[in-house]
């Protein structure tokens, strides 16, 4: 066993599971705030997260005015958590998750029970593979996601194929694109089944320069070859009524297929436990200070919404830290009235917190704690029109947006919710029309 790997001890204040962007600064901004005992469970031989297989910029601006390479920000990120006097457990998963903090670990020397105070779930998304998107064709060697890729590429240093298709035009998807050029691989195209791409605007610039076409409004069909991958067979105009037209379907010769994006959380763990999840979504119920339906734990960064930057991931880590911290000095004690909130409206695809946590009084949020400033929104296509939370024939709170899907979507927390009398049983109500 390597000497350097450290395992976890009994007990902690706070134990973290994930060492990605969010947990690391948690653990970092735990230990500066005064935590005595923190502790990281990574699962991995290096902590870092999704950032360690990124070989390109930019990372760090935001957090250390500074611009790295992926890698470069991982190892910074780890370097300062250590400085700061985090426990950083290498190779240590966490198999089980229990009322009271308490964690079964698989460790390099076997099953161990660590108790913790309070706990930090940061696992993180992953993205959606092949079988779950129901494509076709026999399964070749050479069909990848963009984490594996990225993982081949940089950490392996190996390359997969040499003239792969790339499947969506997310952040992540250009991202691919970069790293297939670090590796010398020419992509032969991206197909995005939407009339723009998913991400924001201007980087397709990016694919023209590096000379690959964007084909908008096509989807893969399915995977040619037995062995390996031969050809795609795409459907052009996959949003139009013809659909399943032959006449629109077209065979397109590449060595390798790379499905990017449509991210889903991390959420196994989750689900062989006693906390809440969102049965839609996969993630954890948290309310507004990041706790989940067990307060004892809190969960941050990627696993509680869609993918977001590694930076927006670090400073959210960093929020979150704070309420941890004052929910060991029992500052948070007192919101502990749950009223829901609920959408029924299928263009919704996320809403986080999906719970206000009130004062006996009716309060959400106290001026002495850093809290969320609002609900964070996803829709699952282009929308235009009015967002409102309401309860029952009351509206809260109300915002006009004109919004494409994953986009991040604010909305500000109503100013007052509940009176002491008020039921809090009664949920609130996410509601959208068109306009």
Not at 89 to 104: D, F, R, Y
Not at 289 to 311: I, L
Request: overall charge positive; proline content about 5%.
């Amino acid at each position: 066993m390597n000497k350097d790997i450290i395992q976890p001890p009994e007990q902690c204040n706070v134990a973290i599971i994930g060492a990605g962007p969010s947990g690391l600064a948690a653990a970092t901004e735990l230990k500066k705030l005064g935590v005595e005992s923190v502790i990281v469970l990574e699962r991995e031989a290096q902590a870092g997260g999704i950032p360690r297989h990124c070989m390109h910029s930019p990372f760090g601006l935001r957090e250390f005015k500074r611009l790295y390479n992926g890698k470069t920000y991982a190892n910074e990120l780890s370097r300062r958590a250590i400085k700061n006097g985090v426990i950083i457990c290498l190779k240590s998963s966490v198999i089980a998750i229990n009322k009271g903090g308490i964690l079964e670990l698989s460790t390099p020397t076997g099953i161990r029970t660590l108790i913790a105070q309070k706990v930090i779930i940061c696992t993180g998304i992953r993205e959606t593979p092949r079988a779950n998107r129901l494509i076709s064709g026999q399964r070749p060697m050479g069909v990848l996601t963009s984490g594996a890729l990225q993982s081949i590429i940089h950490l392996k240093h190996k390359k997969p194929f040499q003239r792969p298709v790339i499947i969506g035009t997310e952040m992540v998807s250009f991202s691919s694109l970069l790293s297939c050029r670090y590796a010398g691989i020419q992509p032969v195209a991206m197909l995005e089944k939407n009339a723009r791409i998913t991400a924001k605007w201007g980087l397709q610039i990016l694919a023209k320069l590096l000379g690959v076409p964007i084909f908008y409004k096509t989807c893969l069909d399915n995977i040619i070859g037995k062995k390996e991958v031969e050809a795609v067979k795409i459907n052009i105009g996959c949003a139009a009524v013809k659909k399943n037209s032959e006449a629109i379907k077209k065979v397109l010769p590449c060595d390798g297929v790379i499905f990017t994006g449509e991210f889903i959380a991390e959420s196994s763990l989750l689900r062989m436990g006693h906390l809440d999840v969102d049965p839609s979504t996969g993630n954890p119920v948290i309310d507004q200070f990041g706790r989940c339906s067990d307060n004892d734990y809190f969960a941050t960064g990627n696993m509680t919404h869609p993918v977001e930057t590694a930076g927006y991931c670090w400073k959210q880590g960093r929020q979150t830290a704070k309420q941890v911290y004052a929910s060991l000095k029992g500052e948070l004690d007192q919101y502990q009235r749950r009223i829901h909130i609920i959408s029924t409206n299928p263009i919704i695809k996320y809403i986080i917190p999906q719970i206000l946590t009130l004062t006996v009084k009716g309060d959400y949020q106290s001026g002495k704690h850093i809290t969320m400033n609002g609900f964070q929104i996803r829709v699952s296509k282009a929308v235009k029109g009015r967002l409102s939370i309401r309860s029952g024939a009351k509206t809260l709170v109300q915002k006009k947006i004109n919004s494409l899907p994953e986009r991040r979507i604010n909305l500000e927390f109503p100013s007052s919710i509940l009176s002491e009398k008020d039921d809090a049983d009664i949920p609130l109500q996410l509601h959208f029309e068109n306009r």
